[in-house]
């Protein structure tokens, strides 16, 4: 129950990020940044329960995704700032997807291996 959580809270985490970044309106940019940190919650808390019954199996990956989630937490936050004030650059929301899909993986291998 709690993999199927966490895919789905990135699945939307996801989402809302693409979308939120293509959005041009002030409000709509905020009203996304505040679904996303919902999702991110929700990311954070499957996961800490997914890792206290897989820390016995996978102690060094289960500790690096928590890292991972963090900094691609942080990195949602710098970039979203950034995008009210200034303009953002495309390489730094490619590092931030690539991160994402670096984190499913490890997430997937926790799970099912």
């Not at 679904?35 to 808390?45: A, D, P, Q, T």
């Not at 016995?56 to 990956?61: A, D, Q």
């Amino acid at each position: 129950m709690w993999i199927l959580i966490n895919f789905l809270a990135w699945a939307c985490f996801i989402l809302l990020l693409q979308s939120g970044l293509s959005q041009s309106i002030e409000k709509q940019i905020i009203k996304k940044l505040i679904r996303i940190r919902l999702f991110y919650l929700v990311v954070i808390i499957s996961q800490v329960v997914i890792g206290i019954r897989s820390y016995s199996r996978h102690p060094f990956l289960t500790v690096f995704e928590i890292i991972l989630t963090l900094v691609i937490i942080l990195g949602t936050e710098m970039i979203f700032s950034r995008r009210r004030t200034t303009t953002v650059k495309s390489y730094s929301i490619w590092i931030l997807f690539l991160l994402i899909t670096l984190a499913l993986f490890i997430q997937t291998v926790i799970n099912f291996f």
